[in-house]
């Protein structure tokens, strides 16, 4: 082919593929040139927003998509925490035989005191009971637990928050009181498929009836936003309490059972020129660093009422979706 119309050939097609390059960078630019501005677009996403919020906080009206999405999220939950499960399991298996020698008599050790304390316990149960029967009043101890374990923190520093990996399947039910083997670290907020949330009770927005175990005072445990401190409000200065006295679940408002260890007093100010004392208290479970949690029922009977129940709603839904 001759020379000249090979580089004739050679330009035309270098000419086509510029007006191309131009055609596609001017298509690019009225795209993103039309249409309402950045500013207005913010401004709508923004009002949606806090529409959105407002609907759900007052009326509960996403309950069902969030548990959706935790359903959609749980196996990328489990795929990110594989990695940490995975070398906290070479690490469990790469331990000295001297390591596990040692964990065991100390796990011997810890089981003879537990199982003594036991026998105590029972022992106290059995003389509560004689004694309130005396009195012709109830006490209940038949509660029943199950044990779940932690599988998630939430990093917001304004939220005291957890995800455990018990949900609907496992009876779960939103306000469902959460306990660590110490005492008391919360209840249910949301409830999905294979996993709940949990806020803790040193969430600024969590509150738990609480009475004084020495004197019986009823009172209200008011989270901080510290995993180590609990305030209880409105206390006169008159009232007989002090440090070291211990909090446990009064029972009031039926959510959680009474007579579980929630905290225990740090600290009492009395101001005399001030109504209301200050007082706070350290909650006995170590709530930054609990990993297995216990989930509470009344009874036995509760629970299985709780599963029949999920098992209800999870054939309605069933049937809608058929």
Partial sequence: MPAGVLSGILSESIGRVHQGRVLRRFTIKLIFT????IIARLLV???LSLVLIMLDYHFDSFEKVRSALGIATYPVRQVVNA?????EYIANSIKSRSELLKTIEE??????LQKYQLQKLESLKAENIRLRSSLRSSFDISD???IGKIINVDLDPFK???????GNRDNVSINQPILSSEGVIGQTVHVSWKSSEIVLISDPSHAIPVRVNRTGLRSIAIGTGTTTRLELPYIPTNTDIAVGDLLETSGMGGRFPAGYPVARITEVTNDPGQ???VVTAEPIAKLDQVVEV???????????????CCACTSDKKQADTQ
Avoid at 83 to 87: H, S, V
Wanted: hydrophobic share 40%; no cysteine; aromatic share 6%.
């Fill in 34 to 37: 039309s249409g309402p501005s």
């Fill in 294 to 308: 216990l989930l509470v029922w009344r009874d036995q009977q509760d629970a299985l009422k709780e599963k029949k």
């Fill in 107 to 112: 796990q011997r050790t810890q089981l003879t």
């Fill in 275 to 277: 109504p209301f004392a």
């Fill in 45 to 47: 996403l923004v009002a």
């Fill in 160 to 166: 005291h928050h957890v995800l455990i990996n018990k």
């Fill in 83 to 87: 990695p940490a499960e995975a070398r």
């Fill in 144 to 146: 029943f637990v199950t």
